[in-house]
């Protein structure tokens, strides 16, 4: 019915969709282009929080995103009844209690800032008034993803029981938490008290790590270099003649083949067309 050639593609969550398609069924289609695509290796996978305190952009914008966070935290008392507020207007109900979730709310926003490439100074200056401060903490880091109201409930599910997920580094921020430790935040917050036991399987991780290692598909992964996604990007593949990766310099989750300079564009596209019309 079909006599022409296959490309898959997908992003982010549609990324690892494509890889894993490639992976269990390696010859429905001829060409796989995964956009973002992470392959988390545990629930808290721990390449995530080293790579936003280190790698991302550059020290100075990297201050700057820990900054604003510190002084959100410093004024606690002063913008949690207005994050309160915020929540109960927009009829948020929370798993944990509120002082707890504005804490996971600052430390999810550096995550949030790099993965959608907003820019750093768009972030106010420390001394700004509460209002400002406030505002552009709701524009980056929107709270019902912590809440009972949350969009993602059967993702969560999928991130605990199999497909991983991003852990928080606490440390530089400890004085100011009511928060003790982050860890295991997605059971205790992000999942229903009935599936908070939930183990997470490693299967998925190493059936397609093993398939990528002895295998050689026409891939092509691409990725954005200040997406903390990135991490755990599959960038770690050597000797391979197909599987090709793309990291775009201070790319977002936003990154396209499109985001490219016109050669790198030209590049991808005519291995793409080599492969399309190779018998």
Known sequence: LYDQKWIATGISKGGQTTMFYRTYFP???DIS???VAPLNQSLEDGRHEPFIANKVSTPENRKRVENFQLEVLKRKNQLLPMFEKYCSDKGYTFRIPIAEVYDFNVL???FALWQWGTPVNKIPETNADDHTLFKHFMAICEPDYFSEQ???PSFNVQAAKELGYYGYDIKPF???LTIKSSRDYLHKVMLPPELSNL????T???KVVKFLKENDPEMIYIYGGDDPWTASGVTWLKNKKNIKVYVLPGGSHTTRIGSFDTDTQEEIKTQINAWLNKE
């Open 27 to 29: 010859d429905d289609v």
């Open 33 to 35: 282009v995964p956009y």
């Open 108 to 110: 999810e926003y550096s």
């Open 150 to 152: 949350s969009p993602y």
């Open 174 to 176: 400890k004085k100011y």
């Open 199 to 202: 183990k997470f399987d490693k």
């Open 204 to 206: 998925l991780y190493n």
